[in-house]
């Protein structure tokens, strides 16, 4: 098989920043007018972040919703490891905090936050979460990045960007306050130890 | 963290915390309209008692069962006719229907080692109690109790807190192992006992050790009362029932030497007015009933950690970076 | 009966020499020996050649527990260790206190021919520490017990003890005692000490052992009778032999091999093959046996052989039996440890494991020199030899051996008992 052109020879470069913190900004806030449009109005709405970097996310969408329509819309945030479906595959995992705002999810509209949109497996595993919580009347999804290369029939709703990418490239986002600064970057790995075999 | 769960000495201090941070996620189980989580969906976990304690069983096979995991339950009590033939030939049997985690109550010390390191078995090995040596899920569950209380629920919240455990350590299992876990978690431990109950060579444990219970109590941040049979009176340990509660029993009386925020423990049961008074065991101090609650979370935990993954949780440096 | 010329072997460690074994005796001892017709060549170059050990503490569990070891493989075992003659204890089923079991076992051994077997009796009848057992009986029997002990419990009734100590002495017995106040070791299970508590196991203290062999030792004085201490296992123990034998008291003393290498830290496995009573003790304590086996206040290395059937040992502690194997291992933990170490040479060994023991049992034809006119018990162990204990290779029944696994110096190249060869090159004829 011949090499990848972009790796051929090469080790990791440089990470290559595609949104940075403003663009992030204009995204969130792009995203909180299209729930309130979607659910005309914020009534009924639970932001539920996928740890760990979904959780700020949500906040931030909450606090923009909350400044244009005067509403606090209830955030919380929904751990998804012990429904994974590669939970065999690898050491049992320390679990992330699930918090669900006071009133629920039943009958609610429910947007689940996260940062990046990949396979689908983490949205799978968080629709099954959900489940085991209540009945929501709907839920959406909300993500920063959408890079394509799903493995199961899930979309996101909204969407901060769409950034295709290559399997070989690796999508990081960081948050102040979890990390130093904003960004979503793209970095040309080297073949990742998992695509090897055969 | 080790596959087997023996002693409570197997945990370093990021095993316990990743432990008790686990137990606080899923003691919120509780409140949910479905109290259940597939993460041990098609695992068999074995309750393997030898020893009657419905309460600890209980306990276990709730945890197991909220975590979806098969549970079948056998109960030996170890017959003294057959002596080893009980376990070796029990486990040889459990290993044929496939346990992947074997919970252990025995009434020999070291019984769970001989199970986890014999080669009866290749399932996990969890200690939940043996003979007077040690119970690591116990001491892990007043640990939990300790830290939402004392230690704000946060990582090295229990740093520099003072214990005391009071009672018959020479012959508790959950003396032994509350000594290393709160050890290991930058607890200060002192024992309080009577000479006759403290274990030769008491001074290589890492704690301190005082005969006197009135100096000790106003001192600390919670106190632990061991159940003290009244059997012992015939070794030779203490002359009365009555002079042991007089010298170390809590009482109401001892109970106001504490400071406002202190706590009171017991593993339970209780042998009312020998260690404990009624109206120490009822008060708002006494956190018992919910040290009982926290042995489903913390078991759990410990049964979620051993057996969710292909193996056991890695618990340093361990990042949940996760493919989306 | 064969002739042997053993060639070149080094008599208790000195200059090779040979020897002529025939008729059951040491026919020739010296450099240059020329073979009589007939006689087989036996090549001992390298090898120390010493006189047939001699074991004053062995179980060989027949009668009763014959799934355990019978007289019969006790005693290849003990071929094979480099022993022509051992005591049997009497703790068997039922227990020798009477003429007829001892003369049983006495017989067994005979019949089986693979070393002398010299049955100790029982001191109180059944071993329960009631009665005195009809000792006089026992001496008077074809056994001729001269040994006498309850070892596997305690003579702990002082007034008892004392009546036996007395008793023997009409027909120069010895009470054989197992020091162990029965009160303060209910329940126990390894040495008392830090690691007992940390392990929740109930402790053996040492003390248990010392009072006895204190009390003893003054009732002998007392009385003016000799006494025999089994299985010396604690520093304190040693001192208090010491200065009872300084004060003129008629006491030896025994120490076990696994005694002398082995400590009490190995419990913490919980591996019953490292139960035995006396426990395994401190580091200390080892130390302090090593040294009064040199020095002599330990008088004799007794191996307390105690084979048990897989299932008393392949359990939780408390529930398995107490005892270790030793008849295959005594001579090659005796080397590592006191040899090797330079505390003592073989000509000590010899001492320690073949003459002193046969004076203490008063038993004729063994622990003698090596001399011309002398019987023919002789040992070949071939010092320079290692090898990996493997408890399937073993001749007893058992596998209870706590060295398996271990690489022990020496091994036994050959034995021979009144001049046949009981093992030759290593293996039993």
Redesign the interface.
């Known amino acids: 098989m011949p090499a990848h052109p972009r790796e051929a020879g090469s080790d990791q470069s440089a990470p290559r920043v595609v949104l940075d913190d403003r663009d992030i900004g204009r995204a969130l806030t792009r995203i909180s007018h299209e729930i309130l449009e979607r659910n005309k109005g914020a009534a009924d709405l639970v932001l539920l972040g996928i740890p760990s970097r979904g959780v700020p996310l949500a906040q931030r969408i909450a606090e923009r919703i909350a400044s244009v329509e005067g509403y606090a819309v209830p955030v919380g945030s929904l751990d998804v490891t012990m429904y994974r479906d590669d939970l065999r595959l690898k050491p049992a995992r320390a679990l992330l905090p699930t918090e669900i705002p006071p009133g629920g999810v039943d009958g609610r509209t429910v947007v689940l936050v996260d940062d990046v949109l990949f396979s689908g497996r983490t949205i799978r595993a968080a629709l099954d979460a959900l489940n085991d919580l209540g009945r929501p009347r709907a839920v959406r999804l909300a993500v920063l990045v959408d890079r394509g290369h799903r493995e199961l029939p899930i979309r996101a709703d909204f969407v901060g960007k769409n950034l295709p990418t290559s399997l070989v490239e690796r999508v990081r986002v960081t948050l102040a306050g979890i990390d130093e600064v904003d960004a979503v970057t793209i970095q040309a790995a080297t073949v990742r130890d998992e695509e090897v075999t055969a | 963290m080790n596959r087997h769960l023996l002693s409570a000495g197997d945990l370093s201090r990021d095993d316990a915390e990743?432990v008790l941070?686990?137990a606080a996620?899923?003691r919120?189980l509780a409140d949910?309209?479905?109290k259940?989580?597939?993460?041990l969906r098609g695992r068999t976990v074995v309750n393997l008692f030898f020893e009657d304690s419905t309460r600890t069983r209980i306990s276990f096979e709730a945890a197991a069962k909220r975590l979806s995991a098969d549970v079948i339950n056998f109960s030996a009590k170890g017959s003294s006719l057959s002596?080893?033939?009980s376990?070796?030939d029990t486990a040889l049997t459990l290993e044929a229907m496939g346990a992947d985690a074997v919970v252990v109550r025995?009434?020999?010390?070291?019984?769970p080692?001989?199970l986890a390191?014999?080669g009866w078995v290749r399932s996990s090995v969890v200690n939940a109690g043996?003979?007077?040596?040690?119970h690591p899920t116990q001491a892990l569950l007043d640990a939990f109790t300790l830290w939402r209380h004392l230690g704000g629920s946060r990582a090295g919240g229990l740093e520099g807190r003072r214990v005391a455990i009071v009672g018959d350590v020479?012959h508790s299992?959950v003396a032994?192992s509350n000594a290393l876990l709160l050890r290991t978690l930058g607890v200060d431990v002192t024992l309080v006992a009577p000479p006759t109950l403290l274990?030769?060579?008491?001074e290589?444990?890492p704690v301190d050790t005082s005969y006197d219970l009135d100096a000790v109590l106003p001192k600390v941040d919670a106190v632990m009362m061991l159940r003290v049979q009244r059997e012992r009176m015939s070794g030779g340990f203490f002359p009365t029932a009555r002079e042991y509660s007089r010298r170390y029993g809590l009482d109401g009386r001892r109970m106001a030497t504490l400071q406002d925020h202190t706590i009171v423990m017991h593993p339970g049961p209780m042998v009312r007015g020998m260690e404990i008074t009624a109206d120490v065991a009822d008060s708002d101090r006494s956190v018992i009933v919910e040290q009982v609650t926290n042995g489903v979370a913390v078991r759990m935990a410990v049964l979620?950690?051993?057996?969710?993954?292909?193996?056991?949780?890695?618990?340093t440096g361990?990042t949940?970076e996760?493919?989306? | 009966m064969s002739t042997y010329l053993i060639k070149n072997a080094a008599v208790l460690g000195g200059e090779p020499t040979d020897l002529l074994l025939r008729d059951g005796v040491i026919a020739g001892l010296g450099a240059g020996l020329e073979a009589p017709d007939g006689a087989e060549l036996v090549d001992a170059t390298g090898l120390v050649a010493l006189p047939g050990l001699v074991d004053l503490h062995t179980h060989l569990r027949e009668p009763g527990r014959e799934d355990a070891e019978t007289v019969e493989s006790g005693t290849r075992a003990a071929a094979l260790g480099g022993f022509t003659a051992v005591h049997a204890m009497a703790n068997t089923e039922p227990v020798a206190d009477t003429a007829g079991v001892v003369e049983q076992v006495w017989r067994l051994g005979r019949e089986a021919g693979y070393c002398d077997v010299y049955p100790v009796g029982a001191v109180t009848v059944g071993l329960q520490g009631q009665q005195l057992a009809e000792l006089g009986a026992m001496a008077d029997s074809a056994a001729r017990v001269r040994v006498f002990s309850d070892d596997g419990k305690c003579v702990s009734d002082a007034v008892l003890m004392r009546r036996a100590l007395e008793y023997v002495k009409a027909f120069g017995g010895v009470i054989a005692q197992h020091a162990q106040e029965p009160r303060l070791t209910e329940g126990a299970q390894m040495n008392e000490g830090p690691l007992s508590g940390r392990l929740g196991l109930t402790g053996w203290p040492a003390v248990a052992e010392e009072a006895i062999i204190a009390r003893d030792c003054l009732l002998a004085e007392h009385v003016r009778s000799r006494l025999h201490v089994c299985h010396v296992s604690t520093a304190g123990s040693v001192q208090i032999v010491r200065e009872a034998k300084a004060r003129g008291v008629d006491v030896t003393a025994e120490a076990c091999p696994h005694h002398l290498l082995l400590t009490d830290d190995l419990a913490a496995t919980y591996d019953p093959v490292y139960k035995v009573n006396p426990p395994l003790r401190s580091a200390a304590d080892v130390e302090a046996v090593q040294a009064g086996l040199a020095d002599g206040t330990i008088d004799i290395v007794a191996t307390d052989h105690a084979p048990h059937p897989h299932e008393d040992k392949d359990c939780e502690w408390a529930a398995a039996a107490f005892g270790m194997l030793g008849l295959e291992t005594a001579l090659s933990v005796v080397q590592q440890t006191m040899v090797d170490t330079g505390l003592l040479d073989w000509a000590g060994v010899a001492e320690r494991m073949s003459a002193t023991p046969a004076r203490i049992g008063r038993i004729e034809g063994h622990g003698r020199p090596l001399a011309v006119g002398e019987p023919a018990n002789v040992v070949l162990h071939d010092p320079a030899a290692r090898r990996v204990v493997d408890p399937v290779e073993s001749a007893s029944l058992s596998r209870n051996t706590p060295y398996r696994g271990m690489e022990l110096p020496g091994r036994v190249v050959a034995t021979f008992l009144r001049g046949s060869a009981t093992v030759l090159d290593g293996k039993v004829q």
């Open positions: 990743l941070s686990t996620e899923l919120e949910r309209p479905i259940k989580l597939p993460a002596k080893g033939e376990l070796k025995h009434g020999a010390s070291g019984a080692h001989r390191h014999s043996d003979g007077t040596h040690e020479l299992r032994r274990p030769v060579g008491i290589t444990w979620y950690l051993l057996l969710g993954g292909n193996q056991p949780a890695v618990s361990t949940n996760a493919d989306e």
